[in-house]
């Protein structure tokens, strides 16, 4: 029996029991590190969520059902369900309907019951929980007939997948273009500009889907046929920042102009934690993990800012950034050393070879901000007043992961 067959029948049983009893709570679904929540109330699903990237889902089913739906700032609310809790305001402020709500509900919970069957085990456990009896939350459940559809799509959506071979590739995974040069010869020129535009590193492939208006099979087959041909890879992807997140930071940062910044650091640590960072600031980052191979990814994408580590395989920090200094491009973009090492030696040859400035991994969001402000945007200099609030809103720490 496959793994898709045997997540189906445990998950299908597991609603019938909850939907059987009418309770209400949370029923935690989790494999590995991955771990799904789904919300009943008097044994309707009240909501969906979890997995690898509960935010891009919710804006996705969103942008589907309601594309022109603007929600404003003072709507967001922190904490567990903001989704859900966001929907209803919208209602209640005639931005959406009800039956468009619940579209985008069924829509959630549809790819949230695709990710949980296309697991191979599987471990639950149920949380009692109370919830709201508003008229507008019983509205919006979704009844035993509505959550045995939900499955039932989902099953035949991993069944149809399975059947063609393409089980291996997760939805959620990030296709890039491996090798640009060959897809355009490959691809007539207005083609490969769609493509091109599209596989940019920042759509999953659940993104580009709806982006198509196709199936998941059609797109998941033509990326297949690409990878197959070298064409592209597939990469893993960071959530987006819940709203309540996106937009708890300080006016002044917001305002700020978008401006690409690279990070060229063998560990992919680094690189996910200044997306983390600087990503909510409205900067957009590229994450070169081969310095040699990079390069020219690095002259195509024109970076405004060059975070650079010191020591990476068979390449050092130093011999990259003297390179980049002799290089009309580069010649006079800010480039800063972010290394675990910190000894004046250090920070002096990076002086020595071209570097604006130099920071330890262990620096805290505030001073990586404030590095990139200084050379970027030096008009939007980060006052003190930013910095409690980026305090507040990032609590991490480039943790010295590598070098």
């Given at each position: 029996m496959s793994a898709p067959t045997i997540g189906y029948i445990k998950l299908a049983n597991t609603l019938s029991i909850v939907s059987q009893k009418q309770v209400t709570g949370k029923l935690s679904v989790a494999h590995g590190n991955q771990e799904w929540q789904l919300y009943f109330l008097f044994g309707h699903l009240l909501y969906a969520s979890g997995g690898l990237h509960p935010t891009r889902?919710?804006?996705?089913?969103?942008?589907?059902?309601?594309?022109?739906?603007?929600?404003?700032?003072?709507?967001?609310?922190?904490?567990?369900?903001?989704?859900?809790?966001?929907?209803?305001?919208?209602?209640?402020?005639?931005?959406?309907?009800?039956?468009?709500?619940?579209?985008?509900?069924?829509?959630?919970?549809?790819?949230?019951?695709?990710?949980?069957?296309?697991?191979?085990?599987?471990?639950?456990?149920?949380?009692?929980?109370?919830?709201?009896?508003?008229?507008?939350?019983?509205?919006?459940?979704?009844?035993?007939?509505?959550?045995?559809?939900?499955?039932?799509?989902?099953?035949?959506?991993?069944?149809?997948?399975?059947?063609?071979?393409?089980?291996?590739?997760?939805?959620?995974?990030?296709?890039?273009?491996?090798?640009?040069?060959?897809?355009?010869?490959?691809?007539?020129?207005?083609?490969?500009?769609?493509?091109?535009?599209?596989?940019?590193?920042?759509?999953?492939?659940?993104?580009?889907?709806?982006?198509?208006?196709?199936?998941?099979?059609?797109?998941?087959?033509?990326?297949?046929?690409?990878?197959?041909?070298?064409?592209?890879?597939?990469?893993?992807?960071?959530?987006?920042?819940?709203?309540?997140?996106?937009?708890?930071?300080?006016?002044?940062?917001?305002?700020?102009?978008?401006?690409?910044?690279?990070?060229?650091?063998?560990?992919?640590?680094?690189?996910?934690?200044?997306?983390?960072?600087?990503?909510p600031l409205g900067y957009e980052i590229l994450h070169i993990q081969n310095p040699i191979k990079g390069l020219a990814l690095l002259e195509e994408y024109k970076p405004d800012f060059i975070f650079l580590d010191l020591i990476m395989p068979k390449v050092s920090g130093y011999t990259i950034c003297e390179f980049l200094r002799k290089t009309t491009t580069f010649k006079s973009i800010p480039i800063v050393f972010l290394s675990t090492q910190d000894s004046i030696i250090d920070r002096t040859r990076a002086r020595i070879v071209g570097a604006n400035d130099y920071l330890c991994k262990c620096s805290c969001p505030e001073k990586i901000v404030e590095v990139v402000e200084k050379y970027v945007n030096p008009k939007y200099s980060t006052n003190e007043e930013s910095k409690t609030t980026l305090q507040q809103t990032y609590n991490l720490t480039l943790m010295p992961v590598g070098s």
């Amino acid at each position: 029996m496959s793994a898709p067959t045997i997540g189906y029948i445990k998950l299908a049983n597991t609603l019938s029991i909850v939907s059987q009893k009418q309770v209400t709570g949370k029923l935690s679904v989790a494999h590995g590190n991955q771990e799904w929540q789904l919300y009943f109330l008097f044994g309707h699903l009240l909501y969906a969520s979890g997995g690898l990237h509960p935010t891009r889902r919710w804006y996705r089913a969103v942008k589907k059902h309601c594309p022109d739906f603007k929600f404003e700032v003072d709507q967001l609310t922190n904490g567990q369900l903001w989704e859900y809790k966001l929907l209803q305001t919208a209602i209640s402020d005639n931005q959406i309907t009800l039956s468009q709500a619940k579209a985008i509900l069924r829509t959630i919970a549809e790819e949230v019951f695709f990710a949980i069957i296309s697991q191979p085990g599987l471990t639950r456990r149920w949380h009692p929980q109370k919830h709201s009896t508003s008229q507008t939350t019983l509205s919006l459940l979704l009844s035993r007939r509505e959550i045995k559809e939900a499955l039932a799509s989902a099953k035949i959506l991993s069944k149809s997948l399975q059947d063609e071979g393409l089980w291996h590739i997760n939805p959620d995974l990030v296709p890039t273009i491996k090798n640009r040069n060959k897809l355009l010869n490959k691809e007539k020129s207005e083609s490969f500009l769609k493509i091109d535009k599209l596989l940019n590193g920042k759509r999953t492939i659940w993104d580009i889907t709806l982006e198509m208006k196709m199936s998941l099979e059609v797109i998941t087959r033509s990326l297949y046929s690409f990878e197959k041909l070298g064409l592209i890879d597939f990469i893993k992807a960071e959530d987006w920042l819940p709203p309540s997140e996106k937009f708890n930071l300080p006016a002044i940062e917001k305002s700020i102009d978008q401006a690409k910044i690279a990070c060229i650091d063998d560990s992919y640590s680094t690189g996910f934690l200044l997306d983390k960072i600087l990503k909510p600031l409205g900067y957009e980052i590229l994450h070169i993990q081969n310095p040699i191979k990079g390069l020219a990814l690095l002259e195509e994408y024109k970076p405004d800012f060059i975070f650079l580590d010191l020591i990476m395989p068979k390449v050092s920090g130093y011999t990259i950034c003297e390179f980049l200094r002799k290089t009309t491009t580069f010649k006079s973009i800010p480039i800063v050393f972010l290394s675990t090492q910190d000894s004046i030696i250090d920070r002096t040859r990076a002086r020595i070879v071209g570097a604006n400035d130099y920071l330890c991994k262990c620096s805290c969001p505030e001073k990586i901000v404030e590095v990139v402000e200084k050379y970027v945007n030096p008009k939007y200099s980060t006052n003190e007043e930013s910095k409690t609030t980026l305090q507040q809103t990032y609590n991490l720490t480039l943790m010295p992961v590598g070098s």
